[in-house]
């Protein structure tokens, strides 16, 4: 392994190659604190043609890389494992913005980007780059299109995959693919594009994106609503969906006792909705009308619903502020969690015809099985997608109640899911945390597939190995 530093030495600086414990420490263990590797190094390179040579390197000496971007995501795929022989390959160097293309509506990025600097970036051109979660301001767009991320506007612009034009790749063999074009249609053979995103780091390294750009919104008005019942919570939605059509940005859901545990962590961010009600709605809609059009949409449409007895409170935000409270609301749930201590995550969609059924059946499940659990239910509930999460029960030490309890409580939910013909995975990926549950999840001939893909591309296995897919 000496002389594989001592080669990887003559690519990148030695600053840019960390091996001392403590400089390797915090790009070790994942956001949630529930996975930590070791590592032979952790690798800084600034350009495509520097990660195609460590990648030749690493081809040559069989040393498997991880490809790391803001380490934000949920499921240990950017951390390494425990042998001590993998590099963390960590793109926040590639950090430039190549291009904005305003008559192409485009904006090319390096992997290492952050995405809120990549939103700033737009908005300063009058664009707006729609992707928008709650780890925006660390994570990167390479780690988002590994991860095929979600957030808060798919129900409108759809996900990453769906924002993305071109890809640059740096392959396991350390060829580097060039397809960084800005088209909106191109039928020329196999999609490559499509099949990078969302391979967490599996099948190549992402280097940069043509992403796609809209027209910024000049009007947005944000309402909490309180609703008695997922039935009424879907007929609401389905409702806005035909009156507002597309100035639908955004549809979350969260539970009241979601709610309440944000309110034990951060007192201020209290629901202004009085009464608990058992579902809070936080719905956006935005326009390029003027701010007095939709605000009377918005208007009418709740007028609608109240009528409808969908639901029972309504409150809107008078000004942006007001308006990032909500939002700060709704996304301070998973830092509450985090505070809260270790969780059970659920990450699953489910088609909207059946997720009363799941939720039912599930909370009826898990509070006849589980006495006192905390079913911390929130999520993207216009696309379908739940994060049902489960916090033990008060006073409980959450380590010693999910050695016990993890894998019957995950095999109690997947079965609802599977009834449901959901998915285990709506937008977090599987990285080394849903591993074991992939293939049973897909079926033989799906997994078996995505191995012959993962042999094909990287027939060595150094490409973030054991994540995904084992082979
Ligand atoms: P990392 O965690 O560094 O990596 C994720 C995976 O991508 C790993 O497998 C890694 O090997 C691979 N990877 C990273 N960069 C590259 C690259 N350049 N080439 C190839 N592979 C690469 N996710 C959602 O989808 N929706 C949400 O609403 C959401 N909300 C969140 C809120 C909070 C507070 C937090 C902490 C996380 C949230 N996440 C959400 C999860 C996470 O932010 C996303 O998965 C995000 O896309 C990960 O980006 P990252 O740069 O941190 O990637
Ligand atoms: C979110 O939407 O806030 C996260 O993806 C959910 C989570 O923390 O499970
Ligand atoms: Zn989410």
């Not at 597939?449 to 591309?457: E, G, H, V």
Request: proline fraction near 4%; charge should be negative; hydrophobic fraction near 40%.
């Amino acid at each position: 392994m000496e002389s594989f530093l001592q080669e990887l030495s003559k690519v990148l600086e030695k600053k840019y190659i960390l091996t001392e414990d403590k400089d390797k420490a915090p790009y070790l263990t994942d956001w949630r604190k529930r996975f930590t590797g070791k590592a032979l190094a952790i690798v800084l390179p600034r350009t495509t043609q520097e990660i195609s040579e460590i990648v030749k390197l690493c081809a040559a000496n069989e040393v498997a890389l991880v490809p790391q971007g803001g380490h934000t995501g949920f499921c240990g795929g950017a951390t390494p494992d425990d042998s001590g022989k993998q590099i963390v390959l960590n793109l926040k160097r590639m950090n430039t913005i190549r291009e904005i293309d305003v008559a192409n509506q485009t904006i090319t990025v390096e992997a290492g980007c952050i995405l809120q600097t990549i939103q700033e970036k737009a908005a300063e051109q009058d664009f707006l780059f729609p992707l928008s979660l709650g780890a925006e301001g660390s994570c990167m767009i390479g780690g988002n299109l590994a991860t095929n991320a979600g957030g808060t506007n798919v129900l409108r612009y759809g996900n990453t995959r769906d924002l993305c034009l071109g890809l640059e790749v740096v392959t396991a063999k350390g060829e580097i693919w060039n397809g960084l074009k800005g088209l909106r249609k191109d039928n020329t053979g196999y999609d490559l594009r499509d099949l990078f995103i969302g391979s967490e780091g599996t099948l190549g390294i992402i280097t940069a994106a043509v992403m796609k750009l809209y027209p910024l919104p000049i009007s947005q008005w944000t309402t909490l609503v309180a609703v008695d019942t997922v039935a009424a919570t879907i007929k609401l939605l389905n409702l806005f969906q035909k009156r507002a059509t597309s100035l639908l940005t955004g549809f979350e859901m969260m539970t009241q006792e979601s709610l309440a545990l944000n309110e034990k962590h951060f007192p201020q961010m209290a629901n202004p909705l009085k009464g608990n009600p058992a579902y809070t709605v936080l719905i956006e809609l935005s326009d390029h009308e003027s701010e007095a059009h939709v605000r009377e949409l918005l208007e009418t449409i709740l007028e609608e619903a109240f009528e409808a007895g969908l639901i029972t409170d309504a409150v809107i935000a008078n000004n942006l502020s007001q308006a990032n409270a909500f939002w700060h609301m709704r996304e301070h749930i998973t830092l509450a969690q985090a505070e809260e201590g270790a969780n059970l995550k659920h990450d699953i969609t489910i088609p909207l015809s059946s997720l009363e059924s799941f939720i039912q059946k599930t909370d009826a499940l898990m509070r006849a099985n589980y006495p006192g659990v905390r079913i911390i239910n929130f999520g993207h509930l216009g696309d379908g997608n739940l994060h049902y999460n489960i916090a033990p029960p008060l006073g409980t030490d959450p380590r010693a109640f999910n050695l016990t309890n993890e894998k019957p409580i995950h095999e109690l939910i997947y079965a609802q899911v599977e009834r449901c013909q959901g998915s285990i995975s709506a937008e977090h990926g599987v990285g080394q945390l849903k591993l074991g549950d992939l293939r049973s999840h897909k079926g033989d001939v799906a997994h078996d597939l995505m191995k012959t893909l993962k042999l094909a591309l990287d027939p060595q296995n150094i490409l973030n190995p054991h994540k995904v897919v084992s082979i």
